[in-house]
C-alpha cells in the first residue's frame, strides 16, 4: 500500500470494523480518580461508565500530545510511506495543533516519510467514518492524492445527530449554566445535538425518549434523501437504546452498512452516560 490513515481515539471505531486496514490512532488522555488513561488502549468504554458514575472526581481529557501522534506516524510508516493524518476538529480540541507539532518533528525525525494533515471539522464517529473511508480507499490501492480527495467529500457529506439523556454532566463540566440543566431536568428535556462545520449546536428539544428517537431518524431520512447509507449508531452506555435506533434507521433509511459503537470515555467524559446519536453518509 501506498498510503496509510493516522488519526486520534475519539473516532470510536470498532476494531472489527478496522481490523486489517491501514488506519493507526493516536490516544487522548483520560484523567478520572486519580488516574490517567489513555484513551482506548488502558480502559474500556463500560468500565469507564461505571467509574464516572461512582467517582467523586469530575473526569478531564486531553489532546494526544505530539509525541503519540509522531508514534502512530511511526507505526504507519512501517506499511506505507505516505501518511495521512485527520484530526478531530480544530474548533472542539487541541488535536490538531498536536499534529502539526508531530508532522513538524517527523521532517526531522521521519524523513522517509510524507504527512498530510486534514482537520476533519467532525468529532467522534462521524470522524471515525471519514478515517474508515480514507483507509478502506488506502487500502485498494487509491494514490494518496485520490485519498484527499475522498476525505473532503466525506467531511462535505458525513453528518452527526444524537440526544443527551441529562445535562447534568455538561452543567458539572462548566458547559452548560445550572439554570439550563435544572429546566432540562424539571422538564424532561432530550436535546438533540448535532455537528456541523466543527461545531456543536442544539438542533431541537424534544420531551421523550421515544420523539427523541423519532426525531433522529427522520432528520437522517430526510438528509439522505432516499440514497444509499452507511451509518454508524454511538451510544454511551446505553447499547439497548443504540438497537432501537439502529433498527429504526434499517427500516427509514437505505442502509447499505451500519455498525453499533460505544463513546469512547474521551468524548462520555462531557456526556456523560445516556448519549445516543449516529453518524452517517451516502454511499458512493
Known sequence: MSTAVVSDSNVSLPADVTHRLPLFFAPLEVRIGGRVYADGVDIAPADFYELLRSSDEFPTTSAPSPGAFLD???????AADDIVCITLSADLSAAHSAAEEAVRLAGTQLPHLRVSLVDSRSAGAAQGLIALDAARSAASGASTDDV????????????????????????????VPRLFMWMGSILKLKPILQLSAGRIGMVERPRTEAKALARLT????????????RAAVMHAAEPGKAEMLAERLRSHLRIEELFITEFTPAIGAHTGPGLVGCAFHPVD
Not at 431520512?221 to 447509507?229: D, I, L
Open 72 to 78: 502512530a506516524f511511526r507505526r504507519a510508516g512501517e
Open 148 to 175: 484527499l480527495v475522498r476525505i473532503q467529500r466525506r467531511i462535505g457529506d458525513t453528518h452527526f445527530i444524537g440526544y443527551l439523556d441529562t445535562l447534568y454532566y455538561l452543567w458539572r463540566g462548566g458547559r
Open 218 to 229: 427522520a432528520i437522517a431520512a430526510e438528509r439522505t434523501e432516499g440514497r444509499p447509507t
